[in-house]
C-alpha cells in the first residue's frame, strides 16, 4: 500500500521474522497515537505471526470477507461441523473450502477441505 498523500511521517517495522509494518501519520499527534496502538498490540502482532507461520498452507487472500455457510456436506472434523467459506483471491480466482470451527490460532485446528 502506498504513503497517502496527506503523509509527513512513515515509520517502518520489519520484525526477525520478517513480518512487515508500515505506520502512516500526517501530524506528530497522529504519529504519537499510532506508535502508542502498536505498542499495545505488538504482542498480538507477533502471536498472530507465530499462528500463520505454524499453520497449513495459507488460505488464498481474499479482498472481501468470504461468504460462510454451515456444512450440508456432512464434513466434520474432531471441532464439529465444519463451514463452507468462499472468496476471491487477490489475483481474482474464486476459492471454496470446508472450514474447521475451532477457534482462531488454536493449536490443534484441522486442515482445510479444498473444494476443486
Not at 520489519?14 to 504482542?43: F, Q
Not at 468462499?86 to 479444498?114: L, S
Amino acid at each position: 500500500m502506498a504513503a497517502p498523500e496527506s503523509t509527513k511521517f512513515q515509520v517502518n517495522f520489519k520484525s526477525p521474522d520478517g513480518t512487515l509494518i508500515n505506520l502512516y501519520a500526517s501530524d506528530v499527534r497522529e504519529l504519537e497515537t499510532g506508535l502508542t496502538d502498536l505498542a499495545m498490540v505488538s504482542a498480538l502482532i507477533t502471536s498472530t505471526a507465530d499462528t500463520f507461520r505454524s499453520a497449513a498452507p495459507a488460505a488464498p487472500v481474499s479482498s472481501a470477507a468470504p461468504a460462510v455457510t454451515p456444512a450440508a456436506s456432512g464434513n466434520v472434523c474432531k471441532h464439529g461441523p465444519m463451514s463452507l467459506r468462499e472468496g476471491v483471491n487477490a489475483q481474482g480466482k474464486a476459492w471454496k473450502g470446508y472450514m474447521c470451527g475451532a477457534p482462531k490460532g488454536a493449536t490443534d485446528k484441522c486442515q482445510t477441505i479444498w473444494v476443486r
